[in-house]
């Protein structure tokens, strides 16, 4: 059996690590892509994970594969591509730490991945399917998003979605909304940003927002991460707000994908759905999901910057 099995982008961060002699950034290639973040976080946590993904038949490609390989996650279910390269992004940090990305991925590989390079079984075997809203932004790869969730959600699967929102790689912001919200249609667990929550609904407060997203949708949890100010759960019995750790900031990418992999990895454990819990072990859960967050933060990279369990028993004490 395994405890999850994530879809989506796997792609090469290029990630900034300071200036050349001329004064030229530099960059250094490290693995990424929400979906592989979270399969590697929840791996380093002890979790049983795969990543099904589509790469192109290229030497970064072959990186990828290697590196999620030896970060402990079932990659069967990776299709290698003839015809397609390997997806490419640019990391490009403010002074705070706080990202923003350039990509390289028109007709790239994971754009390109069919419901007929998914390896189903993978799906059969799993407690957990995760996706996000990323490869959604092309026709080919978001129509095989949906009929993965849809295939999870027959087989009586725990859903989880996380949008991801990156409006540069759609076609417009009301194209990248109406699939994010399509795709919620499919989750039981749903996990926003502050900021994807005002744009999905549309309200300007954190209580509007979720009051909003809980009303129209059958969701067994909503989770709304707030950066250094922590998180919220909401399940129909409880709502939770957890502080954030208290830690020197360096880069917050894969933050949120690795929030997302401890709270997976943390109802794996309990051995029950998130909205069984009691009010105390909801908040157990997502103390687990903000040191595993909060500690990514404090180095540079993606999957390099993800925690191992030791650290985070330690940052709990």
Known sequence: MLDLVSLGELLIDFTPVGMSEKGVPLFEQNAGGGPANLACAAAKLGVKAALMGKVGADKFGEFLTQTIRENGVDVTGLATSQSHPTALAF????????????????????????????????????????????????PLSRKTSFQAAKYAKKAGKTVVFDPNLRLNVWESEKQAKAVALKAIRYADIVKVSEEEL???????????????????????????????????IRTPLHTVRT????????????????????????????????????????????RFANAVGSLTTTKKGSISATPTLAEVQALLG
């Open 243 to 286: 502080p954030a750790f208290d830690v020197t900031t360096v880069d917050t990418t894969a933050a949120g994908d690795s929030f997302n992999a401890a709270l997976i990895c943390a109802l794996c454990k309990s051995g029950k759905q998130i909205d069984e819990l009691d009010e105390p072990s909801l908040c157990q859960c997502a």
């Open 91 to 138: 990391v490009h940090l403010d002074p705070n730490g706080d990202r923003s990305f350039s990509f390289r991925r028109k007709q790239s590989a994971d754009t390109m991945i069919s419901f007929r390079d998914l390896n189903t079984t993978l799906i059969d075997r799993a407690k957990y399917f995760f996706f996000s809203s990323f490869i959604m932004s092309a």
């Open 198 to 232: 005002f744009f999905l609904t549309g309200e300007n407060t954190i209580g509007q927002g979720t009051e909003r997203l809980w009303s129209e949708y059958h969701l067994r949890a909503l989770v709304v991460t707030l950066g250094a100010e922590g998180s919220i």
